[in-house]
């Protein structure tokens, strides 16, 4: 039996994720997160929607200020719990804990996890993934600008592939 074109298709493309990387400090509802990620699970460019809480925020006014990395990934994770193609990822972590190994707590507390360092490890780790990057248009201006840290490598990772929101 011959197997249908649609399906042959499907399994030859890339699963399509969309990455949302939020403080989450709270998460917000219907006119915020919750929206968002709803909106993008909507859509069918998506395979998956993954929503990543920041773990160690670059910015120092903010680092160590923010609810516990857990509290929020709970916060999140309640949140989206009856949003099909939705979930909470901790890569964020898993980047720092991989960069952090092996220093010790003075130097773990000057390590610095940014996005290309998480898309890097994500393009990396699944390869027959595309990635796109959902954010705000205020921090898309950021980054655009060239305010974030390796710039160039977030928007190439991607592959350009951006979803801007305006808040």
């Keep these: 039996m011959l197997a249908h074109p649609q399906?042959?298709?499907?399994?030859?493309?890339?699963?399509?994720?969309?990455?949302?990387?939020?403080?989450?400090?709270?998460?917000?509802?219907?006119?915020?997160?919750?929206?968002?990620?709803?909106?993008l699970a909507s859509m069918d460019a998506f395979d998956e929607v993954r929503i990543l809480p920041v773990y160690s925020h670059m910015f120092g006014n903010?680092?160590?200020?923010?609810a516990p990395f857990e509290t929020r990934v709970e916060m999140c994770t309640l949140l989206i719990k009856n949003v099909p193609k939705v979930t909470v990822s901790?890569?964020?972590?898993?980047?720092?804990?991989?960069?952090?190994?092996?220093?010790?707590?003075?130097?773990?507390?000057?390590?610095?996890?940014?996005?290309?360092?998480i898309l890097a490890m994500l393009t990396t780790n699944e390869p027959n993934v595309e990635f796109t990057w959902a954010l705000g248009a205020d921090t898309f201006l950021d980054?655009?600008?060239?305010?974030?840290?390796?710039?160039d490598e977030v928007f190439e990772l991607v592959?350009?592939?951006m979803v801007v929101f305006k808040r």
């Design 90 to 117: 901790e890569v964020e972590r898993i980047c720092f804990e991989k960069a952090a190994a092996g220093l010790n707590e003075e130097q773990k507390s000057k390590v610095r996890v940014g996005t290309a360092d």
């Design 143 to 151: 980054l655009a600008s060239g305010k974030w840290r390796r710039t």
């Design 62 to 66: 903010k680092r160590g200020k923010q």
């Design 159 to 161: 592959g350009h592939r």
């Design 7 to 39: 399906r042959i298709m499907n399994q030859l493309r890339k699963r399509r994720v969309c990455l949302f990387g939020t403080s989450a400090d709270p998460p917000t509802g219907i006119g915020g997160h919750l929206g968002i990620a709803k909106y």
